[in-house]
Nanobody, 120 residues
Framework: QVQLVESGGGLVQAGGSLRLSCAAS????????MGWYRQPPGKQRELVAA???????NYGNSVKGRFTISRDNAKNMVYLEMNSLKPEDTAVYYC??????????????WGQGTQVTVSS
């Protein structure tokens, strides 16, 4: 079992920046599938940013050019740098990893989420 703990959420004004952190309880050095998702109030969870192998990254259309996902394998940390924040970015943000090379559901893990609120 793997635990993921997000931190860094909070209240920020539109146009501001915020950095989210995800601490993993396992070695992430060889884990390719890692990403951030978010769920606005009353809405479906959506992709924010994810690693897609070989260090490549995939971003949701609404955050392209504003958010950046990064990782520190030595510290078992995943980060999400959020810039030029908009009120529509308000959501609970979740860290996700899959530890299986076959992306098995049994190896899919989620953090508890961290709230990000962007005011107008």
């Amino acid at each position: 079992q793997v635990q993921l703990v997000e931190s860094g959420g909070g209240l920020v004004q539109a146009g501001g920046s915020l950095r989210l952190s995800c601490a993993a309880s396992t070695n992430i050095n060889r884990i390719s599938a890692m990403g951030w998702y978010r769920q606005p109030p009353g809405k479906q969870r959506e992709l924010v940013a994810a690693f897609t192998g070989s260090g490549r990254q995939n971003y949701g259309n609404s955050v392209k050019g504003r958010f950046t996902i990064s990782r520190d394998n030595a510290k078992n940390m995943v980060y999400l740098e959020m810039n030029s924040l908009k009120p529509e970015d308000t959501a609970v943000y979740y860290c996700n990893i899959n530890t299986s090379p076959f992306l098995s559901k049994d190896s899919d893990y989620w953090g508890q989420g961290t709230q990000v609120t962007v005011s107008s």
